[in-house]
């Protein structure tokens, strides 16, 4: 069985790492590892590549940065060919970036079969355009692959048949699991005791200039209990100078590679995110996550975790924060089958397909 993996933004990295390395040496399979080029900046991509150990991408089809249309559109036309001349048996996707969406656009057209790791998952507000990726993507998609019963609930509920879902599980938790002991080794960056560790890239958050203004704003504030640390996604660091805005004493690093955020996220005090997968990590991890969002695709963090949702109100995200500063921050649980097994549970049910 020859398998694709297709990845392009960061986030897809750690997943598909876990996958790859349980379906290497299985019988029958052929792996082709495909990168879109989506995110190509070498500390959003190839520092990934190394610190997960993820074998260099087969095909690189090099898209880089456009509008949504743009790049959809420039993957499908990059990819279609490749997979009309290697025909593989399933492809695998990830997450719910434009190289996903892109990529279930091909192949259902192709006829070509297509599994969708981290399927499930909504935060029912359309606005948000990894929303409209992942609903296409399930729609499309042949095997979904849930992180949480939640998933399992969403997908019942649009009508996806359950022969074809398969709870199994976080795999980017996988990817947590094997390196966080290094992730425990990396330096603390002449870092204090405690401190706020801030990543902001959603489009909502960071493109208009007003609510930018206001979120550093809020920071800066923060800054004044606590340290506040913030690797700026490149989108975020260019908004910032674009709006002439002033992010003051803030500590502005430039992307963390994997493995040294990991241990920035491990020893933080709290975490102050709009990201998905931060607010995952969190909760494995036990640490505090303020998520400046007002909804989440991810309610079992919420719900089981330690995250809570501060939404666009500076007034909460002080009360929240206050609460951590009191030692009085939620506790929460890991949950099931978020145990590092799970990219192995996939190659189980891949290889079990006829
Ligand atoms: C994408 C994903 C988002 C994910 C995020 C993680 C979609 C719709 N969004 O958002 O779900 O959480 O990745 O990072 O797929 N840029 C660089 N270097 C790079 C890549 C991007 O400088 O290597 C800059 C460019 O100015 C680009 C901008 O970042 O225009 C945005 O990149 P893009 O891939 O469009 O979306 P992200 O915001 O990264």
């Known amino acids: 069985m020859n398998i694709f993996h297709i990845v392009g933004a960061r986030p897809n990295f750690m997943k598909v790492a876990p996958v790859l390395s349980a379906l290497q040496g299985r019988q029958g399979v052929t792996q082709t590892l495909i990168h879109t080029g989506q995110h190509y900046d070498v500390n959003m991509s190839d520092v990934f590549f190394q610190q997960l150990g993820i074998p260099a991408p087969d095909v690189n089809l090099a898209v880089g940065s456009g509008s949504h249309a ?28 434009n190289s996903t969406v892109a990529t279930v656009l091909v192949c259902a057209k192709l006829g070509v ?5 981290e399927a ?34 969403n997908l019942a509920h649009e009508g996806i048949a359950p022969e074809k879902i398969f709870l199994v599980g976080n795999v980017m938790i996988d990817s947590l699991v094997r390196l966080l002991p290094a992730a425990r080794e990396t330096s603390r960056r002449e870092l204090p005791e405690r401190y706020a560790l801030v990543t902001l890239h959603r489009p909502a958050n960071v493109d208009d200039s007003a609510r930018l203004k206001g979120i550093l704003e809020s920071l800066l504030e923060v800054n004044r209990d606590l340290t506040v640390v913030f690797p700026a ?11 002439g805005l002033n992010a003051g004493q ?3 690093l430039d992307p963390c590679p994997y493995v040294d955020f990991l241990g920035l996220q491990s020893r933080a005090t709290v975490v102050i995110t709009d990201s998905g997968g931060i607010q995952e990590e969190t909760t494995y991890l ?8 007002e909804n989440t695709e991810r309610p079992i963090t919420v719900s089981m975790g330690t995250n809570v949702l501060v939404g666009r109100d500076p007034e909460k995200l002080r009360s929240e924060l206050a609460r951590v500063l009191a030692g009085k921050a939620k506790k929460g649980s890991i949950p099931p089958l978020w145990d590092g097994r799970t990219g192995e549970r996939i190659a189980d049910v891949l290889t079990k397909l006829s």
């Open 70 to 97: 743009q790049q959809t559109a420039e993957i499908m036309l990059r990819l279609e060919p490749v997979v009309l001349e290697r025909r593989p048996e399933i492809v695998l996707v990830y997450g719910d970036v």
């Open 113 to 117: 079969r297509v599994g969708h790791v």
């Open 233 to 243: 996604h490149p989108r975020t660091r260019k908004r910032i100078v674009d709006f």
């Open 250 to 252: 803030l500590r502005l």
């Open 120 to 153: 499930g998952l909504r935060s029912f507000d359309r606005s948000m355009p990894e929303e409209v990726n992942r609903l296409v993507t399930d729609q499309l998609a042949d095997l979904l692959f849930t992180p949480s019963e939640d998933g399992d609930k």
């Open 286 to 293: 036990g640490v505090p996550c303020l998520t400046v969002r």
